[in-house]
Structure formats: structure tokens, C-alpha cells
């Protein structure tokens, strides 16, 4: 079973997309915030760290040999004296290690700190992460000054501050930042869904506005507001729906136009017509008594005025259906008798040439006269340019939406219809062969069957069967679908 995905509506892209721009934006500017916050609280804690520190460890004076004693009470007089908070301060000299607190060695003081210590007599520093404690290291050589010398005496001083409470501090600030972005996102959803709705609305009703003209409606228009893209976007709708509105009106007048010379020069030859014929009726009863080459020319007069009134019969007809004033007078019938006595009205009876296949029992609500036309054109057009025999065949179908149906199945023992040639094959006036300027019949004969199958809610298709010869099938309802306000029969 093929899932489709849930579409996202464009008000829901909009508003996403702004919301995610609001908070990139609002995310950069707190990382970038946070980050300088963090390093101008650490940069000012070690600054005034490093720089008292510096201050304590010149004051202090080396004697020898050292005193452990003397040196920590001095060392415990410089961690009173830290800033911004007590330090714990150690000193090293040689072997010795004494410190102002109760162990004499530090584990946040490394290797790297204690030899850039006695390479740099200005001292250094270094920020430490201990087991998950950030730590502040200090570290200054005592000299010996003598004029504007200064020798290292050996003694370096270390100082160690936790810095814990500027971390909690700047993890408070980033807090406030985080609890801050969801306001922030709340509040930039209300110029989101004002920006997605001004946006939306033009294009609201550009879809109305298509919908409409497909549905026929081509005088409607959408109002322009504004210069921007969407402005103009409707000024070139409004102005392409007028030219379809005037291409559209030209194509219905010319259309209209032709239908009704067809219609009038129909009717003005149907009486003429009729005279013709009846004329013809008696040239053709004396052709016998003619000399040859007169009863040649009388039975080819007599031919051709006959095409001729078929032909007009058929353009009336479908000036009837392009019209819509082609009616159906339905009545249940016998489909099975009803096609046996197309048949026979057509001398179409001998099996050799027209073989049928019609089980009784099969009744349908239709126009009799209408189902007459499509049968005798089928039948006609396949003894015409299929060849014999031709076979009809009736069956009833599986019910399809609910509706049942019957199909009538014309297939000729031709060579069939041309790949090319099946798309066009109820097109009006269309030949199979560009060469051949004539035929037996009129060129609509075909054309008028779908327009009665399709009057009656039904299909008509052309194929050519599997040994051979062209199939045409006709499928209809056994009960004509009712029109919108029309009452069921």
C-alpha cells in the first residue's frame, strides 16, 4: 500500500521558516553574547588576580638558609590578601614545599606552568579544569634586585583560586538566555503569522480565481493592492484572464458561426434533397429502357445523391449535439431483439456476412432509435472497411461505480486499424488513408456513435483484436444515469 506523505501548507512553511530564522537569529546573538560575557568575566577575575598576585610575590624577601615556618606565615599573609577571593598560595625552592593551606603540593599546578614559571620572571598564568572544576593558576619567580638588575632567587610562588563562581555565573546567564528564547519565539509568532498572511492572502485568491476560470468563469479578476511581486504577479493574471476571456469569446462566436451554417445549409438542402431523390426513384425504375452510357449516368446520379442526403442527415444530427439539443426518448427494450431488428431492417441477416451472438434475457432502459444509429454504424462501417464476416456479439458486464452495464462487441474480419490511426478513428470527417478523397460513407457515421453512447452515460473504444480485424466495443448502462433535477423514471 503506497503512504502518501502529509502535506505541509504553505501559511505552515512560512511560519516555520520564520520561526527558524527568529531562532537562529535569536541563538547566534546568545552564543555570541555568551561567549564575550564569559571571556570578559574571566579575562577581568584573572587580570585582577594576576595583578595583585604580582604585587604580593614583589614584597616578598628571601633569606637564607629558607625557614619553613616564616615562609608559609608569609604565604598565608598573601592568600588573605587575594583578589577578588582568598587564593591558596604555595611556595617551591628546591626540595622544599610548604603552602598557606594544609597540603604542601597542589594537583591543579602542571608541569607546563611550573617550567614557563621559571622562564618568564614576570610569572604566568593558566586556567585549569580539574575534575570538573574550573581553577585559576598563578605562578611568579622572587628575584634579587640590585640597581636595575633582577636575578631569580629560586623561590617561586604559586596561587591557586577556583573559579566556580563565575562559572555558575555564566551558566546563570546562559540560562536566562535559553528561558529567554521561547518568549522570544512566542512573540516573533505573531509577525510570522501576519507576514504569512498577507503573503498568503494574494495567493488565496489567485487559486480562487483559477478555479473559477476553469470552471468557465472567465471574467474573473483579482484585485491588484500594492507594488510589489504579488501586484504584479495579479496584474499579469487579470491580464492574461482578459485575453482568454476574448480568445475565448472569438472561438465560442466562430464556433457558433459554423455550427449554424452547418445547421441552416443542412435544412435548406434536406428539401431540395427530397425532390432529387424522388426523381432519381423514377430515373433508376427506367435506367433499363436508357441507352447504356444514360443509365450509367443515372445510377451515378442517383448514387451520389443518395451519399449527399446521408451526409446532410448527418450534419443535422450533429449540429444537434453541438447544439445540446440532441434528446433521449428512453424506453426499457430487449437489447438482444432490438439489435436482431437493426439487423433485419438492414438485410444484414445472412450468418455469412453478419454473424450475432445476442443472449436473450438482457434489458436496458435507452432510446431505441439512438441504439438503432449506433449498431447499423458500427455494423455498417465494419462491412464497409473491415470486410466479412462481421461479428456482433451482447453480453452483460459486472456492475462498474455501482452501476450495471451491457457491451455490444462489433469486430470485421479486416486487417485492422492503424496504430496511428486508433487515436483519431471517431474523430468527424477523419481518413484513415490521405489519398483517399472518397468513401461509401459520409465521414461522421462513427463520430455521431459517440455521441449517442456518450448521451446515454456510456463509452465506445476501438482496438484490433488478437488474430486480426478491428474491435469496436460499446459499453452502456443498463438504466440511463439521471441528469442533476431530473426525476428518477
Do not use: C
Not at 547566534?28 to 585582577?48: C, G, H, I, K, M
Not at 474573473?220 to 511581486?229: F, L, W, Y
Not at 482496438?463 to 452502456?476: E, I, K, Q, S
Amino acid at each position: 500500500m503506497i503512504r502518501r506523505r502529509a502535506r505541509i501548507g504553505l501559511r505552515s512553511r512560512l511560519v516555520l521558516a520564520f520561526l527558524l530564522v527568529a531562532a537562529v537569529s535569536a541563538g547566534t546573538t546568545a552564543a555570541l553574547t555568551y561567549r564575550e560575557a564569559r571571556n570578559a568575566v574571566l579575562e577581568q577575575v584573572q587580570n585582577t588576580a594576576v595583578s595583585s598576585f604580582r604585587e604580593q610575590a614583589a614584597t616578598v624577601g628571601t633569606t637564607l638558609p629558607m625557614d619553613r615556618a616564616a615562609l608559609q606565615e608569609v604565604l598565608r599573609d598573601i592568600a588573605r590578601k587575594g583578589k577578588p577571593r582568598t587564593w591558596v598560595v604555595f611556595a617551591e625552592y628546591g626540595s622544599i614545599r610548604v603552602s598557606s593551606g594544609t597540603s604542601p603540593v597542589s594537583t591543579v599546578i602542571t608541569p607546563e606552568l611550573r617550567r614557563a614559571a621559571l622562564a618568564s620572571p614576570r610569572g604566568v598564568f593558566q586556567r585549569v579544569d580539574k575534575d570538573g572544576t574550573p581553577w585559576l593558576t598563578m605562578a611568579v619567580p622572587t628575584v634579587f634586585r640590585t640597581g636595575l638588575s633582577a636575578r631569580p632567587t629560586g623561590l617561586v610562588l604559586y596561587a591557586v583560586m577556583p573559579l566556580a563562581a563565575e562559572e555558575d555565573d555564566i551558566r546563570a546567564m546562559l540560562t536566562s538566555a535559553r528561558d529567554g528564547a521561547l518568549p522570544a519565539l512566542l512573540v516573533a509568532l505573531v509577525p510570522a503569522l501576519l507576514a504569512a498572511r498577507s503573503v498568503l492572502r494574494p495567493v488565496r485568491d489567485l487559486r480562487t480565481a483559477a478555479q473559477r476560470i476553469g470552471r468557465g468563469e472567465l471574467d474573473t479578476r483579482i484585485p491588484a493592492k500594492g507594488s510589489d511581486e504579488l501586484a504584479d504577479l495579479a496584474h499579469t493574471f487579470n491580464d492574461t484572464a482578459l485575453q482568454l476571456e476574448r480568445s475565448v469569446t472569438e472561438l465560442r462566436r466562430a464556433e457558433a458561426r459554423a455550427r449554424r451554417f452547418a445547421s441552416d445549409v443542412s435544412h435548406e438542402l434536406r428539401t431540395p434533397l427530397a425532390g432529387m431523390l424522388a426523381v432519381t426513384d423514377v430515373l433508376d425504375e427506367d435506367a433499363e429502357r436508357l441507352a447504356p452510357d444514360t443509365a450509367a449516368a443515372v445510377r451515378l446520379i442517383s448514387a451520389e445523391t443518395g451519399k449527399l442526403a446521408v451526409l446532410v442527415e448527418d450534419l443535422i444530427e450533429i449540429s444537434r449535439f453541438d447544439a445540446k439539443a440532441a434528446e433521449l426518448n428512453a424506453d426499457e427494450v430487449d437489447v438482444a431483439e432490438t439489435i436482431r431488428r437493426t439487423l433485419a431492417t438492414r438485410r444484414w441477416t445472412d450468418p455469412a456476412r453478419v454473424a450475432a451472438e445476442l443472449p436473450p434475457g438482457i434489458r436496458a432502459r435507452l432510446d431505441p432509435r439512438r441504439f438503432d444509429v449506433v449498431v447499423a454504424n458500427l455494423v455498417g462501417n465494419a462491412l464497409r472497411h473491415g470486410g466479412a464476416p462481421v461479428r456482433i456479439r451482447l453480453s452483460e458486464e459486472p456492475s462498474d461505480g455501482g452501476r450495471a452495464r451491457f457491451a455490444v462487441e462489433v469486430a470485421d474480419s479486416g486487417p485492422g486499424i492503424a496504430p496511428d490511426v486508433l487515436p483519431h478513428i471517431f474523430d468527424r470527417f477523419y481518413k484513415a488513408d490521405a489519398a483517399r478523397t472518397r468513401s461509401a460513407g459520409s465521414g461522421l457515421g462513427l463520430a455521431i456513435v459517440r455521441e449517442n453512447v456518450r448521451l446515454h452515460g456510456g463509452t465506445v473504444r476501438a482496438a484490433n483484436g488478437p488474430h486480426g480485424g478491428a474491435v469496436l466495443t460499446v459499453r452502456m448502462p443498463l438504466a440511463i444515469p439521471r441528469r442533476d433535477g431530473e426525476a428518477a423514471p
